[in-house]
């Protein structure tokens, strides 16, 4: 009986070791930051998270190609509606230059932008241990103002999250879940929680990748549309011990996806010199683009369903190179 309760008290030890917290998940600390070069202008992030707020005003005339119209802030540290703590983090809707009405990105991955594809790329991640199942996070949302009729319209917020994992010597997304967020009534926070679907859980995953944003549709923004994001968690399950074989170590081909979610076009940057295809697949095994891969190539994606699609990259004589998933979003 002894025995038993040692190794009953051992068990739950190992499950407790694969507990692992989300970095600043009640938005308590922040930093604040000026932009070089502009009129002082204080920019304010959650550690450990990262905003579009410094490159719209720092590089965005520039890499972004506009006329030099104002950029706006659109992430702020809220004290009135939080739900826990001191803060809450407040994003924004709001009009940058020539971009038109651009929502608020909010990540914990860093945030850079590609002059080469007009736009935003994200990189890293928080590092884990174990393989997320869920991440959930309390929001208020506020839809903006509908600009044609000057009243408030309708419009919802995202949260995304992606497991990031290496197959062979390539970082791939091996799982992602998406929540759109509807509106609210009130300013009481209410939990939603995003589900990860994976398209394998044979390698352990690193590095999980949130992020939101202040309206899901970009072509479809209303200014001033808000959210607010307090105390976020997770779920998540032991990672598999990392493989070792000969297939693994041959998926060497480095093709980069973005953006991921896309909604329009799906930039795919690959080795010219090799011959590759990408296909995409339904989550049901549904065949529905298939494409070269020559060095910068684009896909289509205006027409298919929002969702989650798998792909896979193979070389001239059909040797699968890289997989993984991307979302589409409208």
């Known amino acids: 009986m002894k025995k038993a309760i040692i190794f009953l008290m051992g068990l ?26 502009l009129p002082p202008t204080s920019i304010q992030t959650p550690k450990m998270w990262f905003c579009t707020d410094s490159l719209a005003l720092a590089v965005g005339p520039f890499a972004l190609d506009t006329s030099g119209a104002p950029f706006n802030r659109q992430i702020f540290r809220e004290s009135s509606i939080k739900r826990t703590g001191s803060y809450a983090a407040k994003l924004m809707t709001a009009m940058e230059g020539d971009l038109g009405y651009f929502p608020g990105f909010l ?29 959930s996070a309390w929001v208020v949302y506020k839809p903006g103002i509908d600009t044609t009729t000057d009243t408030i319209g309708y419009d919802e917020g995202l949260m995304t999250v992606m497991a990031i994992a290496t197959i062979g010597v390539v970082d791939s997304m091996v799982g992602v879940g998406f929540v759109n967020i509807t509106p609210s009534d009130t300013d009481t926070f209410s939990q939603v929680t995003a589900t990860l679907s994976y398209t394998t859980t044979d390698y352990p995953v690193h590095t999980l990748r949130i992020l939101f944003a202040s309206s899901a549709d970009p072509s479809a923004a209303l200014d001033s549309s808000t959210l607010y994001v307090d105390d976020l968690s997770m779920t998540s399950s032991p990672n598999p011990p990392p493989p070792v074989s000969v297939a693994d170590l041959a998926m060497t081909e480095v093709v980069r996806l973005f953006p991921n979610p896309a909604h329009g076009e799906l930039n795919i940057r690959g080795d010219e010199r090799r011959k590759l295809t990408m296909n995409l697949i339904t989550s ?10 020559t060095g910068n190539s684009k896909i289509d994606v205006s027409t298919l369903a929002s969702g989650v699609y798998l792909y896979s990259i193979t070389d001239a004589t059909g040797r699968k190179t890289q997989d993984g998933s991307v979302t589409v979003t409208h």
Do not use: Y
């Open 284 to 293: 049901t095994g549904q065949l529905v683009k298939s494409t070269p891969v």
């Open 107 to 135: 990540s914990n991955a860093k945030i850079s932008v590609d002059p080469t594809a007009m736009g935003i790329t994200f990189d890293g991640g928080q590092a884990v241990t174990v393989q997320p199942n869920t991440v």
């Open 12 to 37: 739950f030890a190992s499950v407790l070791s694969q507990a692992q917290s989300i970095d600043n998940a009640g938005m308590e600390d922040w930093r604040t930051t000026s932009v070089f070069g």
